[in-house]
């Protein structure tokens, strides 16, 4: 061979060298995972929602996953009825500071289960102020060490990064589970609200009404390997409560059972519940918790049969946000509130009422926002939202995107309590009245807004 054609071949093997490096430079990083688990029971005589702790019958859980792809992004849910205000800041810059991400990166959930723990910094300080016995809701020693153990047990689970290879994304129906707590009569106001343990047989025969009966599974893989599940599904987690005993309910029950069965680690969200309830198939006897268990985990095991797996990879995974400002209720008075703070006869709950309400207000006055954020992960689209959100948004989300997975994770920050419809505010009913709802009717503008601007397909 001549040199000139030596020459030509050398120069052909490099460009195809230098071709292969670059296409493995283009190549994605592989998706990283991580769990953690710490347990989330309160010692005896700790407030639940509503009676002190006298013991635990099941305990509670907060369950994490992380995942580290183009950002690392933590998803967490909790077995207690809220997290609010301050308390939502807490969690997620200990999470945050241990995993090495951003507070706005880690979503803090909960299943809302009554039997169970709140936690509001902001509105303990304000009780505080007015010389109120704050420990009687909130016992922020308590918090204040599982925010510690959270963040040391997530910070311990970044030494055993495992990688994703597969996404697996399916659905399946939950039967005899979720009703719609608000039933209207002819006039279209709200006649029975079907509360998540109804005795009265005439309510529990009307219809279920507007539900999302599907439960969504969201899981990962290393090739075959199942590495963790997620599931979604809206509804009150209620069979039966104030029994001092701390539990996880029913939705916490099929979790656990999923997770023993399967050996998989599995954390279960709430969706938008806050309309929706068990009320028609329960009516409050302590044995239909394990039959709604039961039901809520063979929908679990149809989602994760109906899975179907798609490649993932580092560039597949971006959390995006839209703060938004949230319209406060118009019964919301400052100079009532502080008026009802430094009444002696008031009573203890119309102060702490008063009290969460006047933070809530403080917080809208003073330009506060909250944050509506979506996970991307492939063609799934994970929404989080705050407060005891209506069905109706989930189900809006799910028609803005027919394309794609959509799951919802309501029950984020606690401080806006129920957020309705614009129509429900007319329509009368426990969930859109004054001492449940902090915000007014122009709420859904605000949400529906968001929610397009998450989920548009640019």
């Known amino acids: 061979m001549n040199l000139v054609n030596r020459f030509r071949c050398l120069m052909a093997l490099a460009v195809v060298i230098v071709s292969l490096f670059s296409i493995s430079s283009l190549q994605a990083e592989p998706l990283k995972l991580t769990t953690f688990e710490v347990d989330a029971s309160p010692p005896i005589g700790s407030p639940l929602a509503y009676d002190p702790t006298k013991g635990i019958q099941e305990p509670l859980t907060l369950k994490g996953v992380v995942l580290k792809g183009n950002q690392t992004v933590v998803l967490c849910a909790l077995d207690w009825i809220g997290v609010a205000n301050g308390s939502q800041d807490k969690f997620k810059e200990a999470i945050a500071k241990a995993v090495g991400t951003k507070p706005e990166l880690v979503m803090l959930h909960t299943l809302h289960q009554h039997d169970a723990p709140e936690a509001d910094e902001t509105t303990h300080k304000v009780l505080e102020e007015f010389n109120l016995p704050a420990e009687m809701r909130f016992d922020r020693e308590f918090v204040k060490e599982l925010v510690a153990r959270t963040a040391e ?15 697996g994304l399916g659905e399946g129906v939950i039967e005899k589970v979720a009703s719609n707590r608000r039933i209207l009569g002819e006039d279209g106001k709200v006649k029975y609200t079907r509360y998540t343990a109804t005795k009265d047989p005439v309510i529990r025969a009307q219809p279920t009404g507007t ?34 005993m701390a539990n996880p309910d029913f939705p916490g029950m099929a979790r656990n059972s999923r997770q023993e069965k399967t050996g998989v680690f599995h954390v279960h969200f709430n969706g938008a519940g806050g309309n929706i309830g068990a009320g028609k198939w329960n009516d409050g006897a302590h044995e239909n918790r394990q039959v709604l268990a039961d039901r809520v985990a063979s929908g679990m095991t149809l989602a994760f049969k109906a899975t179907e797996k798609f490649p993932i990879d580092s560039d597949d995974l971006e959390m995006t946000a839209v703060d938004v400002k949230l319209p406060p209720a118009p019964h919301l008075d400052k100079d009532s509130l502080l008026s009802i703070l430094k009444d002696d006869k008031s009573t203890e709950q119309a102060r702490w009422q008063a009290a969460r309400e006047l933070v809530w207000l403080r917080r809208c006055e003073a330009g506060g926002t909250i944050a509506l954020s ?18 109706e948004y989930q189900l809006a989300a799910q028609k803005m995107r027919p394309d794609l997975f959509v799951a919802m994770a309501a029950y984020g920050d606690y401080a806006p309590g129920y957020i309705g419809t614009e129509i429900a505010y007319s329509q009368g009913g426990y969930e859109t009245s004054q001492i449940a709802s902090r915000v007014s009717s122009r709420v859904e503008q605000v949400l529906m807004s968001g929610l397009q601007q998450l989920l548009d397909p640019k």
């Open 211 to 244: 539900i999302d009966p599907m439960c969504k599974s969201i899981s990962f893989y290393d090739e075959d390997k199942t590495l963790a599940v997620m599931t979604y599904y809206a509804t009150h987690p209620q069979s039966y409560y104030r029994t001092g």
């Open 374 to 391: 979506c996970l991307r992960l492939g063609k799934a689209r994970i929404i989080h939202m705050p407060g005891e959100l209506f069905v």
């Open 153 to 167: 047990a997530a910070k311990e689970s970044t030494t055993s990064w495992q990688t994703v290879t597969h996404i």
